[in-house]
């Protein structure tokens, strides 16, 4: 059976951006050049998280995707895996901001303004005393941003999360943290999940377009291509900012 976005809608799905500013102002400018030559009336754009850590401009790429909205669009924000961590650490999980930490957490709180002298800081009371100057330093916009965010998003034939889906659970009885955090069981299944998953989280250097699923998260930190799925009627592409 042939898979369906909604019809008259083109839909844009941009993977993990994790801080790149660079990267998420290049793709915007595809994405919009793109659009103009679609005659789909309706256009939607989705981000499947993990905005933050990793890159230099945590911050600045947060403000872009809450302000970046073309005449026309309309957009979806899903939780990834790090906004989690993020939100847990802020609501009082110190392990939750270690493990943070771990995966480069702390790239964001320096790009808010907060840095530290010993990266390796571990010790409850100075994981504490740094969550409260995140806390008073995190715009309250921002703080907003994180807890608005979706776990997942189901349109026509696709289903959008950041991490992945159990397999054997339908759609509709997927937890939180399966669909922000799942690797292995999900990437190794061949089983029909109800859905076309359109997911992020798990690191590829190209686009990974399967029978159940389509992976897009290649690694933009650190490779500098960031991918955008374009879904339009059965059609199927990418754009991205370096060339497949």
């Given at each position: 059976m042939n898979r369906q976005a909604p019809a008259d809608t083109v839909i844009y799905a941009v993977g993990d951006i994790h801080g790149r500013l660079d990267l998420l102002e290049r793709i915007h400018r595809n994405i919009a050049d793109d659009a103009q030559r679609r005659a789909s009336r309706h256009k939607r754009v989705i981000y499947l998280g993990d905005y933050v850590s990793r890159g230099e401009n945590s911050r600045a790429v947060?403000?872009?995707v809450c302000a970046w909205l073309p005449p026309g669009f309309e957009r979806v924000m899903l939780k990834g895996n790090h906004e989690d961590l993020l939100l847990r650490f802020l609501g009082?999980?110190?392990d939750a901001?270690?493990?943070?930490?771990?995966?480069?957490?702390?790239?964001?709180?320096a790009d808010y303004g907060v840095a530290?002298?010993?990266r390796k800081?571990?010790?409850?009371?100075?994981?504490e005393a740094l969550?409260?100057?995140?806390?008073?330093?995190?715009?309250?916009?921002?703080?907003?941003?994180?807890?608005?965010?979706?776990?997942?998003h189901r349109a026509a034939d696709y289903f959008f999360v950041h991490g992945g889906v159990r397999p054997g659970v339908p759609l509709e009885m997927q937890n939180d943290r399966d669909c922000m955090w799942i690797r292995k069981s999900f990437l190794d299944s061949d089983a029909e999940h109800g859905a076309i998953v359109v997911h992020g989280h798990s690191i590829s250097a190209q686009p990974e377009v399967r029978h159940n699923r389509i992976g897009i998260d290649t690694g933009a930190y650190r490779s500098g291509v960031l991918t955008c799925l374009v879904l339009d009627?059965?059609?199927l592409s990418f754009l991205q900012t370096e060339r497949l």
């Amino acid at each position: 059976m042939n898979r369906q976005a909604p019809a008259d809608t083109v839909i844009y799905a941009v993977g993990d951006i994790h801080g790149r500013l660079d990267l998420l102002e290049r793709i915007h400018r595809n994405i919009a050049d793109d659009a103009q030559r679609r005659a789909s009336r309706h256009k939607r754009v989705i981000y499947l998280g993990d905005y933050v850590s990793r890159g230099e401009n945590s911050r600045a790429v947060v403000d872009l995707v809450c302000a970046w909205l073309p005449p026309g669009f309309e957009r979806v924000m899903l939780k990834g895996n790090h906004e989690d961590l993020l939100l847990r650490f802020l609501g009082g999980e110190l392990d939750a901001g270690r493990h943070w930490f771990d995966y480069d957490g702390l790239d964001a709180l320096a790009d808010y303004g907060v840095a530290i002298s010993d990266r390796k800081l571990r010790d409850d009371a100075s994981v504490e005393a740094l969550r409260k100057r995140f806390a008073a330093a995190l715009p309250p916009s921002h703080l907003e941003f994180f807890r608005s965010l979706r776990v997942s998003h189901r349109a026509a034939d696709y289903f959008f999360v950041h991490g992945g889906v159990r397999p054997g659970v339908p759609l509709e009885m997927q937890n939180d943290r399966d669909c922000m955090w799942i690797r292995k069981s999900f990437l190794d299944s061949d089983a029909e999940h109800g859905a076309i998953v359109v997911h992020g989280h798990s690191i590829s250097a190209q686009p990974e377009v399967r029978h159940n699923r389509i992976g897009i998260d290649t690694g933009a930190y650190r490779s500098g291509v960031l991918t955008c799925l374009v879904l339009d009627g059965e059609g199927l592409s990418f754009l991205q900012t370096e060339r497949l």
